[in-house]
């Protein structure tokens, strides 16, 4: 439980001259789930997309089981395949239908044999709930459904994390349960996870470790319960205070 | 029938005839979209490279084809070059040319079109599953661009097709000159010819071209 698979040092990145991370230092341990929480713009997504070298970084280093993730190195799409990736558009594959986006990296990639990417892809389908749904096109499903989808679709590549970026930011409120649930599913089965999430019962529930960032650093790192009943940093306490006078509105009317 | 000129089209070969001129027109369009596609292709990819250079060049031709009108780049390239350059075209090798240099040049503004369209995630979320950039190219850019382009190109070819009735204006023989030709020898003995044969001519284009449309807006619904 307590070995360390993941470690951020120094991550520096900077679009011109727009400093977004400065420096983060960052442990994940197998079968973590480390909550990211922060003001809109203070580079969440950018993390993860560093970490799963999306964007290339100006300093520092990430590495994955000792492997270290490098734009340019050969390997990387060999790493990328340790790491899943679930984004907040959704972004299946129009033109292929969900089995076909599911089994279509393990065949090519991987190069699993045929039957067995989708004997699995169907086995995965049907924990989501979606098993009669293999055959259909992205654009007759859901938002919630593909969301599902994207998820089995980066699972069946048998990832060491999976990095979630505000999957639920796009849905309609009555769909974000059943994708929430999807992913509470895959904590209670021990996966290592980084979410970054603006659902803050979510976040509550499902985190392990809060790690709040603002201005490109980590200001604040600690257990769900005592971030959101004790935060230390005044940002903090303002970034709460935000989703509280929206609860109390709410109780109000 | 009399009233109409239809009569005439039953006359010796005149159907056979106003038919052949339509297979010249159908042949010298074929032929143009076959170059124009891979052309068209090729330049169209070039058009979304960062090379500023070749950009420039691949607009500046975009530009000048779509600008002139399709008769005057056939004057030029048949009776202009012809002159100047002292070589021998044929009226259907100076089409084939002008057609080909058009079609290549709206083609290749269709691929570009395609290719642009295609949002930065999709490449993001294949790179996330591994693919490399050349799988990424063959298993999700091209085939969702090949969907958006094939109904877009077929439109092209209507509209080439439609466009090779100007080729009778440097001395092909296409569907039009035949009509033209067979009104004028039958001017006394028919003389509203004209109405019954270029309703005829109209008919032919009509069924070469409405059969490639309906394709078309079949193709785009299904892969819509
Ligand atoms: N490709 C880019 N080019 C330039 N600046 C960028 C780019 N991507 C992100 N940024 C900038 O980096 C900063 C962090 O963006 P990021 O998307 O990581 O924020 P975020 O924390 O995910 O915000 P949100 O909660 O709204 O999703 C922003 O100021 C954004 O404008
Ligand atoms: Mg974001």
Redesign the interface.
């Known amino acids: 439980m307590s070995d360390v698979i993941l470690t951020l040092r120094g991550v520096t990145k900077r679009f011109g001259e727009n400093g977004v991370l400065e420096g983060i230092d960052l442990d994940v341990k197998q079968g973590e789930v480390v909550v990211v929480l922060g003001p809109s713009g203070c580079g969440k997504s950018t993390l993860l997309r560093c970490i799963?070298a999306?964007e290339e970084i100006q300093a520092g280093e990430i590495r994955l089981e000792g492997e270290k993730i490098d734009i340019r190195s050969k390997s990387l799409?060999?790493v990328?395949?340790k790491?899943?990736?679930v984004?907040q558009?959704y972004?299946?594959?129009?033109?292929l239908n969900v089995l076909d986006n599911v089994t279509?990296?393990p065949l090519?990639?991987?190069k699993r044999a045929k039957a067995d990417a989708q004997e699995e892809a169907l086995r995965l389908l049907e924990r989501v709930g979606l098993k009669d749904k293999a055959e259909s096109f992205p654009?007759e499903l859901s938002g919630g459904q593909k969301q599902r989808v994207?998820i089995v679709?980066?699972l069946i590549?048998h990832p060491e994390i999976m990095l979630f970026d505000e999957v639920t930011a796009a849905l309609d409120p009555e769909m974000v349960r059943e994708v929430l649930d999807v992913i509470m599913g895959l904590a209670a089965q021990g996966r290592t996870m980084i979410i970054v999430t603006h659902e803050m019962q979510f976040a509550r529930a499902i985190a392990d470790r809060i790690v709040f960032i603002d201005g490109g650093h980590i200001v604040e790192e600690s257990s769900p319960e005592e971030f959101f009943t004790n935060p230390k940093t005044e940002r903090a306490q303002n970034f709460l205070r935000t989703f509280l006078f929206e609860t109390v509105k709410k109780t109000a009317e | 029938m009399q009233g109409l000129g239809l009569e005439v089209l039953l006359k010796g070969k005149n159907a056979a005839r106003l038919l052949s001129g339509l297979g010249v027109a159908m042949r010298i369009s074929l032929v143009s979209v076959l170059i124009s596609i891979p052309l068209g292709i090729l330049l169209g990819v070039l058009m979304t490279r960062k090379n500023i250079v070749i950009r420039a060049i691949l607009k500046i031709y975009l530009e000048i084809i779509r600008i002139m009108p399709q008769l005057v780049l056939l004057f030029i390239v048949f009776f202009g070059t012809t002159r100047v350059f002292g070589w021998n075209l044929s009226g259907e090798t100076a089409s084939v040319i002008v057609f080909s240099l058009w079609g290549t040049a709206e083609m290749s503004d269709l691929v570009r079109g395609a290719l642009i369209s295609i949002p930065q995630h999709q490449y993001e979320s294949a790179a996330a599953l591994g693919l490399t950039p050349a799988q990424t190219y063959l298993y999700i850019i091209i085939p969702q661009t090949v969907r958006r382009l094939i109904p877009l190109s077929i439109n092209l070819i209507t509209r080439m097709i439609k466009t090779t009735s100007l080729i009778l204006m440097i001395g092909v023989v296409e569907v039009l000159k035949v009509a033209q030709q067979i009104i004028e020898a039958n001017r006394m003995s028919s003389p509203n010819a004209a109405f019954g044969i270029y309703l005829t001519v109209f008919v032919l284009y009509f069924l070469a071209c409405w059969p490639i449309s309906l394709l078309a807006k079949a193709l785009e619904k299904r892969w819509a």
């Open positions: 799963n999306l799409a060999g990328r395949q790491i899943g990736m984004f558009s972004d299946l594959f129009p033109h279509l990296a090519k990639v991987q654009r994207a679709r980066a590549m």
